[in-house]
């Protein structure tokens, strides 16, 4: 074993060499040798192995070498993040018995050469370095007889010196992981022992790298005080860091270690993979990786969420829903288990214009938005000679000069802890293409598509002014995309117009509240643009109020309800009548903030509307809709209807008032100056 590790020394020293060249400078290796772009807020895959290879494909670029391990079983990669730190290279896991085929593809991406496995046959069998060699790849494996000497095979094949070890129990995870992204990220050898006896590979590996000091992770009901006495007796200074628990001691190493807790990666200590995998992603930049349960948080893991919550932080989970749900998700971004959902629509065809619009979210963006959702998606115009629709799609950026600005947009965002959910929209060919299985179908693989390549998280569908009988194909459209987008722990949004009721708006027959909450995530109603042809408020509070009694009626959960929330005015300009010829109208669309210039530049009086414009809701609007009328330049008559922070907060009630899931508003185009002073402080009293 002592000529296996020399040669593994003189290998992995030449390695380290040449990746001197090949490093690509994006991928930062947290020692000043590059910048590492913001990590999103979830790295997941369908399975461990999947999760895995999201981390590596986030984390590098390239690599000259990667860690291997088992995804089933723990000890042997352990120890596995100090190697991988060193090498500048992602840790990937396999299935035991064989090479995953999709593993084998990731290493293919990141060009490497050399794979180092841990363990033993008995932990990657023999299949799998064949299948390596196969691909013209040089192996290295790290193993010993049992879990102890393959954990000091790894830590004597990264350094033959060190003057400080970690030691972690090698019958349980979760201690070896709490300290594993810090370790790696030092340098400092990781290390394994019994709960009650010091192995001997343990005591010679620190032996022969002349370890002086010993940090022991986990209180002594997994490494018992006559390890510490072991280690003493060795003339090794020692010290613990420990909890009641394995996610306080998680949070002695954070909270007493020095970290950059500007991502805190987040794992379930409940199962080793994704920590394990992630830790070494994590030390790139001497994150933390907080653990965490699948219920309640102990008052220390909630309290240090907290911090790092207020300082900024931004929080990436490891693992899919199955080991995160949304739940704890919303514990770790929010400090609350149900936080209600803020969708903010952005729209207008100008990359710089929706980026202006994302970044007019203040500060730390989750206090205020969870997704927003771009314009990006419509559906084709059927082919020439075709009236029918094949159910392809089009984006706004895809010229062959700018696809990268899909991906850009992305990364802005999750860099700030947003998710992206584009919009999907559609003219009159979206009713040929729902009633068709075909196209339907088609229309499903070509977002689905775009969600794997673009890596957003999900879509919001906004089909407009359809027919009645497509309601089915509507409905079964939004069954067979969230199924799909489910699989990928991704989200399922409609749009869908306000209704109060099927007596009220027939025309409107095609959604079907229930049944298409039933199948989406999130039911975003349009409680806007009441008033189209004829000045009137552009959401009525009443009316809203009637279209949410309408939605509880129809059996919907209403904590899939999203709130459509309008942010912008409404000005009327009149054509006067003539002869028998009735007063005209047209109108555009100011923000909040270009009311009040126009209120001041015209000498406007504002009045507010607390007319009653439906009958028999719930609500009756005691605070009433600002509005005022102003005679331009032209002589020409305009009267305008808005929302002021008065209006705003009333509308905002209703989440309680019924209970509802969140907002979705439309749009950011319209947030600027004053409007952003007055919404974002509603939003979050409401939303957080």
Do not use: C
């Not at 019994?194 to 209180?219: D, H, R």
């Not at 927003?372 to 010229?399: E, H, R």
């Not at 949004?493 to 027959?509: D, F, H, K, M």
């Not at 806007?528 to 009626?553: C, E, F, I, N, R």
């Amino acid at each position: 074993m002592k000529k296996l590790t020399k040669f593994i020394r003189v290998t992995l020293a030449a390695l380290l060499l040449s990746q001197v060249i090949i490093t690509p400078v994006w991928a930062g290796t947290g020692d000043g040798a590059g910048t590492q772009s913001p990590a999103p807020m979830r790295l997941a895959g369908s399975d461990r192995y999947h999760t895995a290879q999201q981390v590596s494909v986030n984390g590098w670029a390239t690599a000259a070498a990667v860690v291997l391990a088992r995804g089933d079983d723990y000890p042997d990669a352990l120890a596995g993040a100090v190697l991988a730190h060193k090498l500048n290279a992602p840790l990937l896991l396999t299935p035991s018995e064989g090479l995953d085929p999709d593993v084998l593809n990731e290493i293919k991406r990141l060009n490497a050469r050399t794979v180092y496995l841990l363990g033993g046959t008995g932990a990657l069998a023999p299949a799998v370095e064949t299948a390596l060699k196969a691909n013209n790849l040089q192996t290295l494996r790290l193993q010993g007889q049992d879990r102890y000497e393959t954990a000091a095979a790894i830590a004597q094949a990264v350094t033959t010196t060190a003057a400080k070890a970690f030691l972690a129990s090698g019958l349980s995870f979760p201690d070896a992981l709490s300290i594993s992204s810090y370790a790696a990220s030092q340098g400092v050898p990781l290390l394994l022992t019994e709960q009650k006896s010091l192995p001997p590979a343990t005591v010679a590996a620190l032996t022969n790298m002349g370890v002086k000091s010993v940090t022991l992770i986990g209180g002594t009901g997994v490494i018992d005080p006559s390890v510490q006495s072991a280690l003493e007796r060795q003339n090794i200074k020692v010290d613990r860091l420990a909890g009641a628990d394995r996610y306080l001691t998680n949070m002695a190493v954070l909270t007493t270690l020095t970290f950059n807790p500007t991502t805190v990666f987040v794992a379930t200590g409940e199962g080793f993979p994704d920590a394990l995998a992630g830790a070494v992603l994590a030390a790139k930049n001497q994150n933390p990786l907080v653990l965490v349960p699948a219920g309640s948080f102990a008052p220390a893991t909630s309290g240090y969420l907290n911090t790092r919550r207020t300082t900024g932080a931004s929080f990436t989970m490891l693992g899919g829903w199955g080991v995160i749900p949304y739940g704890v998700e919303s514990m770790i971004r929010t400090g609350s288990l149900h936080p209600r959902f803020s969708l903010q629509y952005i729209h207008g065809p100008s990359y710089d214009g929706q980026i202006n619009q994302l970044n007019s979210i203040p500060g730390n963006a989750t206090d205020v938005v969870d997704v927003v959702a771009p314009s990006w998606l419509n559906l084709n115009d059927p082919a020439s000679g075709s009236d029918s629709g094949d159910g392809s799609v089009s984006g706004i950026w895809d010229g062959a000069a700018t696809p990268s600005q899909y991906l850009d947009f992305v990364r802005n965002a999750h860099a700030r802890g947003l998710k992206v959910l584009p919009m999907v929209t559609a003219g009159a060919v979206a009713d040929s293409v729902l009633t068709s299985d075909s196209a339907r179908a088609n229309l499903v693989n070509q977002l689905m598509q775009r969600v794997q390549t673009t890596g957003v998280d999900g879509v919001v569908i906004d089909f407009e002014m359809l027919q009645t009988s497509s309601g089915p194909g509507l409905t079964k459209l939004m069954q067979e995309l969230s199924s799909r987008l489910h699989l990928t722990n991704k989200l399922a949004v409609i749009a869908v117009y306000a209704r109060t009721g099927p007596n009220n708006e027939s025309w409107l027959g095609e959604y079907n509240y229930h049944d298409l909450a039933q199948a989406v995530d999130y039911l975003d109603i349009m409680t806007y643009d009441y008033s189209t042809s004829t000045p009137g408020p552009v959401a009525p509070l009443d009316w809203m109020a009637k279209v949410l009694s309408y939605t509880q009626s129809q059996g919907v959960d209403m904590g899939k309800v999203l709130l459509g929330l309008p942010y912008y005015a409404r000005d009327w300009t009149e054509t006067p009548p003539r002869g028998d010829q009735p007063a005209t109208y047209t109108h555009s669309h100011w923000s909040y903030a270009s009311v009040l210039g126009i209120v001041q530049k015209y000498g406007a009086s504002v009045s507010r509307d607390t007319s009653a414009y439906t009958s028999g809701s719930p609500v009756q609007d005691t605070v009433g809709i600002p509005h005022f009328t102003y005679t331009d330049a032209n002589k020409a008559l305009h009267f305008v209807y808005y929302d002021d922070p008065a209006s705003w907060e009333a509308k905002l009630q209703l989440l309680d008032q019924y209970h509802l899931g969140g907002i979705g508003a439309w749009s950011l185009y319209w947030i600027s100056g004053e409007s952003r002073d007055a919404v974002y402080p509603l939003l979050q009293r409401h939303l957080r």
